[in-house]
């Protein structure tokens, strides 16, 4: 893992790192901050992850216990209206 400042000073080196195939982690004040990869394996994580990924219809569908018959249903009555 790569402290902010030296991986600012290598900048090159983290690059080619993460280019070759070697995801790198950079910290910052000794807590993990960010990882820099290459953008081809950022590509197909993203990908991936998409792929996975429900459409949102059918997240809604997969939804429990909110078929039709299942909807909650208000009792009210309709009130007298007078408009004149």
Same mark, same amino acid.
């Given at each position: 893992m790569w402290t902010l400042h030296d991986a600012k000073n290598r900048f090159s080196e983290v690059v080619n790192a993460a280019l070759a195939g070697t995801p790198q +982690?950079?910290?910052r004040r000794g807590k993990p901050a960010v990882v820099v990869l290459s953008a081809s394996?950022?590509?197909d994580m993203k990908a991936r992850v998409t792929? +996975?990924?429900p459409s949102f219809a059918e997240h809604l569908a997969r939804f429990p216990g909110m078929g039709d018959d299942d909807l909650p249903r208000l009792e009210a009555r309709m009130r007298d209206l007078d408009l004149g």
């Open positions: +982690e950079i910290s394996a950022y590509a792929a +996975e990924r």
